[in-house]
Structures are given as structure tokens and as C-alpha cells.
């Protein structure tokens, strides 16, 4: 079964800090993909990356940086973590060939206070 | 913005009974994809019904797709407690690899 592994389950942080959430998958997809969800508004892709070192901006990337080194690690990066970024993060990896589905880890709650 | 549009966007139901979810889109699309999401977790892949498919089957799944009304259905037979839940509707464009998810239809079946 595919494995896709988010660093910590729930985050508090402070407005302005920097905020790091990982996220691993451990079946060599080549695609991955960030997305907020909240009540709502539904889930909305803030960036994706294709490849190593490739990255795509989503629907919401602004306040948001991402950094893909290696293929099995896909990072979202808070520059300066605010109030509006509050939210449930979710991280998935899917395979390169088409019309193959996406799969989840299990989401980070950040909540920045 | 959203491509997916989940209808109902609750639904309770006893269990034993079938729930059919509905989803209608506006664009183009390569493939359409049904989510599960219990509360508190990620995602969970049901099943993907590409363009130049109708029906899909897997096992009480069971999903259509109408390209030419832009809509596909979900249905749930003989539902159980387990199967409460958010379910989400999403597109894949003939252009590009994003996924475009609805705001999803929460479903609660009571013992």
C-alpha cells in the first residue's frame, strides 16, 4: 500500500514565524501536491511538483514556497506563518502515468496564533 | 475555482439503505474521481471512471458518468455505520494534472 507520511499530525505556531511542513511518500510517485482545506471552501491546490527540483503553483500559492530535493519529499514552506493560514494541510503523491488517482496523508492542523 | 459541485451537501440515512451522491462539473474532463474523507483524516481513493466510461462497479460502489449533462453519481448500496463520511467529487482536466475537487457531501448513517 502507497504510504504518503505527513510530519506532525496538529502544529501551533506564532504569527510571523517560519513554518516547515514535510511530507514523504514512500512509493517513487513522481507527481505531488499540497492543498488546505477548510469548511466550506472545500480543498484548493496551493502548489504541485511534477519532478525533482520542479514545481507548479496551485489556485492559492501566495504566502506559501514549496521545495522538492528528492524524489520522495515534498516540502510546504509558511515564509511568515499569519492568522489566515489557519487550516487543516494536505499532502498527496500520485504516480506519473494518466489517469491514475491520488493518495492522501492523514493532514496536518495548523493553527497559528 | 471549483469544478466539481457535490449534491446533497448532507445526507442521513439508516443504514441498510442505498445513498446516492451527486456531482455535476463544468469543463472538459480527462477523468472524474470519487474521495472518502472520515473525520479528522486524509483522502481515500474510491474509484475513477475515466471520460469514454458510463458506468463503474466496485463492489457496493457504484458510480456513472453522464459527459454529455457534465454530472456522475455515487451510489452506496446497503449502506452501513462505517460508511458515514465525507465524499468528495473530483475532475481531471484534458489539460494539465490538477485536480479539481467539490466542496463534498457529508454523509451520516445511523445503526
Not at chain 1, 511538483?49 to 519529499?73: A, L
Not at chain 2, 466496485?58 to 449502506?79: C, E, F, H, P, Q
Amino acid at each position: 500500500d502507497v504510504k504518503v507520511t505527513q510530519s506532525s499530525r496538529y502544529l501551533v505556531k506564532r504569527t510571523g514565524e517560519k513554518v516547515f511542513l514535510e511530507c514523504v511518500q514512500d512509493m517513487d510517485h513522481e507527481n505531488m501536491f499540497w492543498y488546505r482545506q477548510d469548511p466550506g471552501l472545500g480543498l484548493r491546490l496551493i502548489y504541485f511538483s511534477y519532478d525533482v527540483k520542479m514545481k507548479e503553483k496551485g489556485d492559492i500559492p501566495e504566502g506559501y514556497s514549496v521545495s522538492r530535493e528528492k524524489k520522495e519529499r515534498f516540502s510546504l514552506i509558511l515564509e511568515s506563518a499569519s492568522t489566515n493560514q489557519t487550516s487543516m494541510y494536505l499532502c498527496a503523491s500520485s504516480p506519473g502515468e494518466p489517469n491514475q488517482p491520488q493518495h492522501f496523508g492523514d493532514g496536518t492542523r495548523l493553527s497559528i496564533l | 475555482s471549483q469544478q466539481g459541485e457535490e449534491d446533497p451537501q448532507a445526507l442521513s440515512i439508516q443504514e441498510g439503505e442505498n445513498a446516492t451522491m451527486n456531482c455535476s462539473y463544468k469543463t472538459s474532463i480527462n477523468n472524474l474521481q470519487w474521495y472518502r474523507q472520515n473525520s479528522g483524516r486524509g483522502l481515500v481513493h474510491l474509484i475513477l471512471i475515466r471520460s469514454n466510461e458510463r458506468e463503474k462497479h466496485s463492489g457496493r460502489l457504484r458510480v456513472t458518468l453522464d459527459t454529455s449533462k457534465k454530472s456522475s453519481s455515487l451510489l452506496i448500496t446497503a449502506s452501513r455505520a462505517a460508511d458515514t463520511a465525507s465524499y468528495f467529487c473530483a475532475t481531471l482536466r484534458n489539460q494539465g494534472g490538477k485536480l479539481i475537487f467539490g466542496q463534498g457531501t457529508e454523509l451520516s448513517v445511523k445503526p
